[in-house]
């Protein structure tokens, strides 16, 4: 059990036992080695398997398929770091949570390839993942909007059919996913839906330093149900999953508009509520369990007990010390089946934010398993135009499949070696040790913030003007952190990047890993760079700071053109919606200012 972490094994079975000795399975016909019995003297659980290793062969026992899948995941990852010549053991092994997936963002700016999202779902399902969702808000290619999608990308139901089914061959989930309530301004600004909006035109947000774009489709417009069951009509036919996620979070802008005078009358949150039941009607007519994100209806808990039974309520947070036993008590309490949702803090961080996104994945594992949630679904967002890339969050999925298969024994030691071994498939050993270091690198800079880190808010700051939402932080950084600071930091990030030239992947697959990591690496740099140009400008030493922007205009030149380059091998579309910052910056070091 204590000696489970030398085998490097992720999840971390439940029970190991090492028997010592070895067996060395033969080179022809290595499958004769290996006995198959089902049986109920497997572990008492859907997945539950025992996997034995002795001198005379390989046996597994299990219950059912899925425990199959699970003890052959295993196996997989014990012939990947011993070779043929396997260390005699017994495991007995089962998850705590039944249901555990990774949510990926595709659309604030990157829109994965078939290709990518294909191997994201073999890597996954070696990690015992058994649910993927693609958050939607506008980019899957629906035939009335391509007006909507078409510079974005958007994956296609051919597409989608294929993933569907290489997941169903994996014994992973493709559930559905398509934002129904907010969050929905780019389907708002086309001319045909814009009266289907809460509101018409932006506002001012309570801090006064963005805009709110309209989002939030208005509940009781005789057209807003039309167009959200079109949508579904469209969409759900390619996916074989009984489950759909309608999104319903954020709902930013009820009761500002169209339905503010039926919100003064029923209340806010009934207005939201009445609609969320709408769409459940909308999904069970589909013969499809509904799943909502639970943040609006947590802000009047009395209401929760109203929801329909046949509903799974989703309960995110991001933070390192976000209060998941208090929110999850409330849909156990009502018997509302539930989700924990931490984050990967990768968001709005370029290379990651590791310190805060491990607390956060602990913390949602722990209060989950000890109120009974359903499931485990870690989410990677992409505000700001998603210019991280998945090398950057792999670190996060393991992790959190880790805990999601076992609460409480993630070892964050073997991450590296396991992450090297099957995701980046270094021989060198140095991609994800590299990796999971630049994710700390922010630590240097001595501050902490909610949702991002500097090194990815300064680079991708938006122009003042434009009163975004995103990033918008990132130009006034400059003025809160020492010049020493910043220049450790970014001595930091180049060891890292040192550490990574040295790395020597063996597939197409680790190699393209290593690229993207490097460019978001890059992409931290220049955060360093221009923050120092800032401090220049303002202390008026004219001479460093025309040095400064003169080079910082020459990296971000190769930087665009290295990154436009790697764009297609990994996405969809181009990179207009994705890295527009480094045009942005470049004007910013031309003129000689940022405001």
């Known amino acids: 059990m204590s000696r489970h972490a030398a085998m490097n094994l992720l999840p971390c079975p439940r029970s190991l036992k090492l028997l010592g000795g070895t067996f060395t399975l033969p080179k022809l016909k290595p499958l004769g080695a290996i006995k198959v019995v089902r049986t109920d003297s497997a572990p008492n659980h859907p997945e539950g398997y025992a996997l034995t290793i002795s001198k005379s062969g390989v046996k597994i026992f299990f219950r059912e398929t899925a425990g199959l899948r699970a003890a052959t995941a295993t196996l997989r990852q014990l012939l990947r770091e011993h070779g043929r010549a396997l260390p005699c053991l017994k495991i007995r092994d089962w998850p705590d949570f039944a249901r555990r997936g990774v949510m990926l963002d595709i659309s604030r700016g990157r829109v994965p390839k078939l290709e990518t999202l294909l191997d994201l779902a073999e890597k996954l399902s070696d990690f015992k993942i058994n649910e993927l969702q693609l958050y939607t808000e506008h980019t899957f290619a629906y035939k009335k909007y391509k007006s909507v999608w078409q510079s974005w990308g958007a994956l296609t139901a051919q597409e989608i059919k294929i993933l569907d089914a290489r997941c169903r061959e994996l014994g992973i989930d493709l559930v559905p996913n398509q934002n129904s309530f907010g969050h929905l301004r780019y389907f708002l600004e086309d001319a045909r839906l814009k009266k289907l909006g809460e509101l018409s035109a932006p506002y001012e947000a309570e801090t006064k ?18 167009f959200v069951r079109g949508l579904y009509d ?155 890339p998945l090398a950057v969050s792999w670190p996060l999925f393991a992790a959190g499949s880790g805990l999601a298969w076992n609460s409480s024994a993630l070892d964050e030691k073997i991450l590296a070696s396991v992450l090297n071994r099957d995701v980046f498939e270094d021989a060198a050993n140095k991609i994800a040790q590299a990796g999971l270091q630049l994710g700390y690198a922010h630590k240097k800079l001595g501050v902490k913030t909610l949702n991002e880190t500097p090194l990815g808010t300064v680079i991708a700051a938006p122009k003042p003007k434009a009163l975004e939402l995103f990033c918008r932080h990132g130009l006034k950084w400059f003025a809160k952190i020492p010049t020493k600071k910043i220049r450790a930091t970014l001595k930091e990030i180049e060891a890292q990047r040192n550490v990574l030239a040295s790395a020597k992947p063996e597939s197409v697959s680790g190699k393209t890993l290593l690229r993207e990591l490097d460019l978001a690496a890059r992409m931290a740099v220049q955060s360093c760079k221009f923050m120092l140009w800032q401090q220049a400008v303002t202390a008026k030493t004219t001479g460093e700071a025309k040095r400064r922007a003169q080079q910082g205009i020459r990296d971000l030149e190769k930087l665009e053109r290295d990154f436009s380059v790697y764009w297609p091998l990994r996405n969809k579309a181009t990179p207009i919606h994705c890295s527009p910052f480094l045009r942005w910056r470049r004007e910013d070091y031309r003129r000689g200012t940022w405001v």
């Not at 330093?209 to 039309?226: K, V």
Request: aromatic share 10%.
């Open 209 to 226: 330093d963005f805009l709110r774009r309209p989002t939030t489709l208005a509940p009781n417009h005789p057209g807003t149900l039309p």
């Open 234 to 388: 469209e969409l759900l036919p390619n996916f074989s999953s009984n489950f759909f996620n309608i999104g319903g979070d954020e709902t930013w802008d009820l009761g500002k508009g169209q339905s503010q005078k039926i919100c003064t009358t029923k209340g806010k949150s009934r207005v939201y509520l009445d609609f969320i039941k709408k769409l459940h009607r909308e999904v069970s007519a589909r013969g499809q369990t509904m799943m909502f994100w639970g943040d609006i209806i947590l802000k009047q808990p009395a209401l929760i007990r109203e929801l329909p039974k046949k509903i799974i309520a989703l309960n995110w947070g991001y933070e390192a010390d976000h209060p998941f036993a208090k929110e999850a008590a409330q849909f156990a309490r009502a018997k509302i089946p539930f989700y924990v949702c931490p984050g990967t803090s990768t968001w709005q961080t370029i290379i990651g934010k590791h310190d805060n996104a491990f607390a956060n994945l602990r913390a949602a594992a722990i209060a989950g398993k000890k109120l009974g949630a359903l499931g485990y679904l870690n989410t990677d967002w992409g505000d700001g135009g998603h210019p991280q």
